[in-house]
């Protein structure tokens, strides 16, 4: 297993290598970037407009911008009238000074490093935005997707011992319904119902924390962190665990009628020892393959409209921003973060295979 784990380590950084190279050229061909949106937010303050450039260490100098037109061409539509030194000053401030291959091989040394940049817009590192926003995407993720699966395989497979009864009929109606509503109209239906939009006025309605959160003794932070979250995490719950209760459902139904199943039964094993000694093994093998997937979803996308909804400052709201924005190296910085973790969660999902079902052996196979 360890030289098995030591060649999905090594396969990784090729693998970043190609998501950072088609994101960078992605990037490169948006409309609409830092130079094109600075030069038009100049040219709409009329005659005169000052902005605000920032340099190598963190010092600012103001660029007065002249209106009268150059007769020189420039590769940015709406420029004319502006100085070309200037362009290139704003070229030079965003990096695009540069041919794309110097980018991209400064951007791949400087990530090797961690060194994610600046942000264009927050004069702030965007490893430090990271670190801000994390706290809400990680309440949220890990409490979701705790909740979804406690919920979820339980579920299931009580729908698949009581298949076709009166418990999974019912059931069923209950999971597709939540199913069916998207969980940012769940959210506001919440918030109009118990957060004072109209009914009852007991949960907050804004933020991870109260502002007295600092006067709060542990336990009083502790109360008030989780009301604060009761009412995003059921938002993202309810229309979370239907799928993955069906499929625990159907991985459970197809392991009961296979043969060893029969055969563990008329050796007069009880109902509970097949169950979970035999079936559960093997059944949740393709449950735990789709936990990478399932926990990035929600831990960072998933959460984008609740974040909205309920103003809380996360990772889905900041990389939603930073594309609107086309700040760049938040884009790219977060998205090299979210790679790298869905290969690790993807690496800690085959050692949870080889837990749950010591038959698999990844040693004999090659990556």
Known sequence: MLNYILRRLLLMIPTLLGIMLISFIIVQFVPGGPVERMIAQ??????????????????DMAVGVSAQSTGESSKYRGSQG???????????????D?????????????????DLGQSYYRDVSVIELVLEKMPVSISLGLWSTLIIYLISIPLGIKKAVKDGQKFDIWTSAAVFTGYA?????????LIIVFAGG??????PLRGLTSDNWDDLSSIGKIGDYLWHMVLPVIAMVISGFAG????????????????????ARAKGLGEKQVLYGHVFRNAMLIVIAGFPSAF???????SLLIEVIFSLDGLGLLGYESVINRDYPVVLGTLYIFSLMGLVMTLIRDIVYVKVD???DFEARTV
Not at 100 to 110: E, G, K, P, Q, S
Not at 247 to 262: A, C, G, M
């Open 82 to 96: 502006l100085d070309p030194e200037f362009v290139a000053e704003l070229e030079a401030m965003y990096g695009f």
């Open 244 to 263: 993955l209760t069906m499929l625990t459902k159907n991985s459970f139904l197809d392991e009961i009628n296979k043969h060893y199943v029969l055969t």
């Open 181 to 189: 509503i998207p969980s940012f109209m769940f959210a506001i239906l």
């Open 296 to 302: 990035l979803a929600i831990f960072f996308t998933g």
């Open 198 to 203: 109209r009914y009852f006025d007991i949960f």
């Open 358 to 360: 010591p038959r698999i």
């Open 42 to 59: 100049l040219q709409g303050h009329g005659v005169e407009a000052t902005a605000r450039i920032g340099g190598g260490g963190g010092a």
């Open 98 to 114: 540069k041919p794309a291959h110097i980018r991209f091989f400064d951007m791949v040394v400087n990530y090797a490093q961690f």
